[in-house]
């Protein structure tokens, strides 16, 4: 099962090649293990703040990223993509499962301890404008890092900041300037060369380009891609744009109302999807051409609640497949191919 598409033009207008996918040698295991991640956050009611539910954001997600691997997380606004990711972080605490970076449990470590371990991990935010702080001017906030974690001695912090600058494109005249005099695209690499500066191991990218104009998208990704073949990160790339998750990416987890619906290498999920959530989700994505035709698979009413999933299946209620016992079995991620994992007793 497949269907021809074309890369939305944020993706074909990249001039680097697609990566190949990361090999593991035989002693070599993956850089981050997630298992049956979970996070509920509750809904208060009442005079007295009274917890009378709670939103499940986040149900029992597994998945791994190799070392130097690009994996790709998609779904609808609001199924848990950006949960998931701060989660990993710790920037939210979860509610059950387990983070395994490097062997060792994220979400075990004591403060101190998870502060070193920041120094492998980190994020570049959605919002280019957002994530600076206005008061402090571009060269303070790519240094902070440095006296975060005592890194050099601090009469050279501020010319490490200047060659982080250089190496994202930005001048060292940039070090005295504020975030309002900057464009979002420079803004974004400002970012990037902050979440650079500590040589992690790990970032992930939080819709890094989705509020840039498509020419400045380009240039960016080129920069992370550039990035990521000169020091060998990982990338954890949370994304709408399906068209870019598939050039950029070795592996691809899709999610739908908490849950991961299928995990596949890119090329293998764009071309053999298994789950019809992942058709659904292939076929809405617009194809700049008036005269291709695509085939839709339509689904039926309105996302449900977060706060009262149905049971089963949570797709069940919009799939155009579903039998009664999707109504009555959560199914599993079972192997369909090499690398290839679907939830679904349809297909």
């Known amino acids: 099962m497949g269907m021809a598409r074309r890369a939305p033009t944020s993706a074909r207008a990249l001039t680097s090649s697609r990566r190949p996918l990361t090999i593991l040698s035989m002693n070599q295991g993956p850089l981050l293990e997630v298992e049956k991640l979970r ?121 490490m900041a200047a060659a982080l600058l250089e190496k994202v494109g930005l001048g060292a005249d940039s070090l005295r300037r504020y975030p309002h005099e900057f464009s979002g695209g420079q803004r974004q690499r400002v970012g990037i060369a902050r979440a650079l500066a500590l040589h992690p191991r790990l970032i992930v990218l939080d819709e890094p380009v989705s509020a840039l104009d498509v020419s400045i998208q380009a240039q960016v990704i080129n920069l992370l891609l550039s990035l990521q073949r000169e020091y060998g990160m990982a990338y954890l790339l949370i994304s709408h744009d399906l068209g870019l998750v598939e050039h950029l990416c070795d592996r691809v987890a899709v999610m739908y109302l908490g849950r991961i619906m299928e995990i596949a290498p890119a090329d293998v999920l764009y071309r053999s999807f298994v789950h019809p959530y992942t058709e659904a989700l292939l076929s809405a994505t617009p194809v700049p051409d008036p005269s291709a035709k695509t085939k839709g698979a339509a689904l039926k009413g309105e996302a449900p609640s977060a706060m009262n999933p149905p049971p089963g299946c949570v797709f069940n209620t919009r799939c155009p497949l579903a039998k009664a016992e999707c109504s009555q079995v959560i199914p599993p991620l079972t192997s369909r191919g090499p690398d290839h994992l679907a939830a679904c007793i349809v297909r």
């Open 39 to 159: 996070k509920y956050f509750p809904v208060t009611s009442g005079v007295f703040s009274r917890v009378s539910g709670h939103v499940r954001a986040v149900e029992e997600v597994s998945f791994s990223i190799n070392p130097g691997e690009t994996f790709g997380l998609v779904g609808e606004s609001g199924c848990g993509k950006t949960t998931t990711g701060r989660m990993i972080l710790r920037l939210l605490e979860p509610t059950a499962g387990s983070a395994r970076f490097e062997g060792e449990d994220l979400f075990a470590l004591p403060p101190e301890q998870m502060r070193a371990m920041r120094r492998k991990l980190q994020i570049v935010f959605q919002d280019p404008y957002a994530s600076l702080n206005p008061r402090m001017t571009v060269g303070a906030a790519v240094a902070e890092a440095f006296h975060a974690h005592n890194v050099g001695a601090p009469r050279d912090r501020m010319d």
